[in-house]
């Protein structure tokens, strides 16, 4: 039987899925998968063949189709429909991107790493914006600055507004292509403004550092919306660092406590 006729049910050639070693492990499939849909072989909204006609075109086990397809299902690249099929995904760059929010919840390297990259992204933002921003979109951006001073003491309000005055000062600088950037950037920095946002201080320096920023961005200024894009990733850095000590020193708290609760009895019947 041929890969032709195995694939006859789906939308994509069954030619492209070539046979490949016994010894594949299942990471290996999804590579081979990735590489299509990267080359533009599989493209967004493809049904793929069944898995039981994908592991005969690759001359492998149904368990490791399976396994590599439930794999691009975490990473947001297939959608495995029961009872339909797999397709691939919309391949938008916040979905894609959108399991990685557990890895900066835990990886203090990861947080580094995204302001680094926010500080490429958004001092750009900042220059381009400065340039580019119509008086309509400073009215929006003076309106969530206005929003922002209202949610001070709501921490939850006050990060979505913060979201969306980063992606108004993207959008003014009319760039597509750093605002998609800017949009994984948003959604991965959600974990770092959950972290800084807590504390008051650190939302009412947000407060000024966007209001100078507006100042900035009216006075068509973009030397000036650069340096205080970075002055304000330069606070955002030091409230992170802030609050990965608060939990360290509160971790360190806990588990003298439990030392202490744990060697209470002993002393006790030792006395």
Do not use: W
């Not at 046979?19 to 967004?44: F, G, M, Y």
């Not at 049904?47 to 990473?75: F, G, H, I, Q, Y």
């Not at 959008?171 to 504390?199: C, H, K, Y």
Request: with cysteine; proline share 4%; hydrophobic share 45%.
């Amino acid at each position: 039987m041929d890969t032709e006729h195995l694939a006859e049910r789906s939308n994509v050639p069954g030619k492209q899925f070539s046979v490949v070693s016994r010894s594949t492990l299942p990471e290996e499939i999804a590579n081979r998968l990735l590489h299509q849909i990267k080359v533009q072989q599989l493209r967004p909204g493809d049904k793929l063949p069944s898995e039981r006609n994908l592991a005969e075109m690759m001359d492998v086990s149904r368990p490791v189709v399976r396994e590599a397809l439930r794999a691009l299902a975490l990473m947001k690249v297939v959608d495995i429909r029961q009872g339909d099929g797999t397709y691939v995904t919309s391949l938008e760059p916040k979905q894609l991107v959108a399991h990685l929010e557990f890895v900066f919840s835990i990886d203090g390297i990861a947080l580094v790493h995204l302001l680094e990259a926010r500080r490429v992204v958004e001092a750009a933002n900042s220059r381009l914006a400065a340039a580019r921003v119509t008086p309509a979109q400073l009215d929006r951006l003076g309106g969530l600055v206005r929003s922002m001073a209202e949610a001070i003491d709501d921490p939850r309000r006050f990060s979505e507004l913060d979201i969306a005055l980063h992606t108004a000062v993207c959008e003014a600088a009319d760039n597509f292509l750093l605002l998609q950037f800017m949009q994984i950037v948003n959604n991965l920095g959600r974990v770092s403004r959950e972290r800084t946002g807590a504390r008051r201080a650190a939302r009412e320096t947000a407060l000024r550092d966007h209001r100078r920023l507006l100042r900035a961005l009216r006075a068509k200024d973009p030397a000036a919306a650069e340096r205080a894009m970075l002055l304000h990733l330069d606070h955002v850095e030091s409230s992170l660092r802030a609050a990965s000590e608060a939990v360290t020193a509160d971790r360190a708290a806990d588990g003298d406590a439990a030392r202490v609760r744990s060697a209470t009895p002993a002393t006790a019947g030792s006395a």
